[in-house]
């Protein structure tokens, strides 16, 4: 059981220059992070980028081979799991088939010597709103009701921290959507520091106050969901977080508080401050942003145009089309087209032209295919090919 001290730690998690090593792979390189307390924060990125490493050290499960975790003023870098105010939420629930729902939410408090339980227990199962299962075993609850379980018996501890490693991965999408939206109400009801991390990029987004995008053992860019999708620091965080068009360009002018620069011949602007600083670059501009329009068409005043497209592929969606357009340098560009009941759908073959705000784009130094999903891309590619 936690002494006085770690029980009454509060304050921010810290790591500072933690590294993880095993044997001559570096799962965690030299990380300095701060989160807040109070705070949903999500670690996200591929398999085998030190998320659950970091998770696994700040849980004590793993220790760092350099650096230090604190949780406020207490340093909590050698101390053993159970020595630590943090619980953690698995994806396999890990939940007792032989306790009732009510005993398994119960056990850590008897554990810790609570001597009333039954109040405490019954708010925690209040809270994930399944107080009515409380006699039921957990073989005859629903997956999306064991995850409620798991969440309700480490909330009830009343951690400082609460880890989740990738909690909903067990879940069908239906039932993914709804435990993202309880999760955010659970952990803005109790206030308690949730860390969070998984490989989905909505999960991150639906939830998080603030994401760590990792990569190879690093925080490739951290901030609140919004300023990293509109505005990606680089192309790993510009292809992991959604998707993105990045077309090989140059910067070869100002104008004003943009950049001009040039793909074979055609010119477009990009905010100078989100733009690579000189020479080739690679121009991006997300699918949902491009305005597809027919190849005679006047462009808007003030909109960046790229012309000469052919549509090789049109699928309707529902909500949006989805198009991919080839441009006259042979790359592919896709584009989401809402569908609204108004306008034309385009047909595969149709002379069209791409138009986009200015201030969506942004000019990044880098690979182009950093961060791309290639299972994704090679069923995008086989698709268009049999279409075409």
Same mark, same amino acid.
């Given at each position: ?7 009454? =730690? ?6 500072? /220059?933690?590294?993880? +090593?095993? !044997? ?81 939410? =119960?056990?850590?408090? +008897? ?65 993914? +959507? ?99 600083? !000189? ?22 005043? /003030? ?43 385009? =047909? ?6 791409? =138009? ?31 279409? /075409?």
């Amino acid at each position: 059981m936690p002494d006085k001290a770690t029980v009454d =730690a509060g304050g921010d998690l810290r790591l500072t /220059g933690v590294t993880k +090593r095993f !044997s001559a792979f570096t799962a965690v390189d030299g990380l300095d992070l701060t989160i807040a307390q109070g705070e949903f924060f999500a670690l996200l990125g591929p398999s085998g980028c030190g998320k659950t490493t970091t998770l696994r050290m700040i849980a004590g499960l793993e220790e760092p081979t350099e650096g230090s975790i604190h949780l406020g003023d207490l340093d909590v870098t050698h101390q053993k799991p159970y020595q630590r105010p943090v619980n953690t939420v698995f994806q396999n629930y890990a939940l007792f088939p032989h306790l009732t729902v009510f005993e398994n939410v =119960a056990f850590g408090l +008897r554990r810790r010597g609570v001597k009333d339980v039954k109040k405490q227990a019954a708010d925690a199962l209040d809270l994930v709103e399944l107080g009515h299962l409380a006699q039921r075993k957990p073989t005859q609850l629903s997956g999306g009701q064991q995850q409620r379980i798991a969440l309700a018996r480490a909330v009830v501890n009343r951690p400082q921290v609460l880890l989740l490693d990738e909690p909903l991965g067990a879940l069908d999408l239906k039932l993914r +959507r709804q435990m993202q939206i309880e999760l955010k109400r659970i952990q803005t009801e109790v206030g308690i520091t949730f860390v969070h991390v998984t490989h989905d990029q909505e999960e991150a987004m639906t939830m998080a106050d603030r994401v760590a995008v990792m990569n190879h053992g690093r925080i490739e860019q951290l901030g609140v969901p919004s300023d990293l999708y509109e505005a990606p620091d680089t192309t790993f965080v510009a292809n992991f977080l959604g998707q993105s068009n990045l077309v090989p360009a140059t910067r070869v002018d100002n104008d004003g508080d943009y950049a001009v620069v040039e793909i074979h011949g055609q010119k477009v602007r990009i905010r100078a401050e989100r733009c690579a600083p !000189s020479g080739d670059l690679l121009l991006g501009v997300r699918p949902e942003k491009i305005r597809i329009l027919p190849a005679g068409d006047e462009t808007p005043s /003030g909109l960046n145009r790229l012309t000469g497209g052919v549509v090789l592929d049109a699928s309707y969606m529902g909500v949006s089309t989805q198009y991919l357009v080839r441009l006259p340098w042979g790359q592919n560009l896709t584009v989401f087209s809402q569908n609204l009941g108004i306008g034309e759908r385009f =047909a595969d073959g149709a002379q069209v032209q791409l =138009a986009w705000e200015p201030d969506h784009s942004f000019g990044l130094a880098g690979d182009a295919a950093a961060g791309v999903d290639e299972d994704a891309a090679e069923l995008a590619t086989l698709a268009s090919a049999a279409k /075409g």
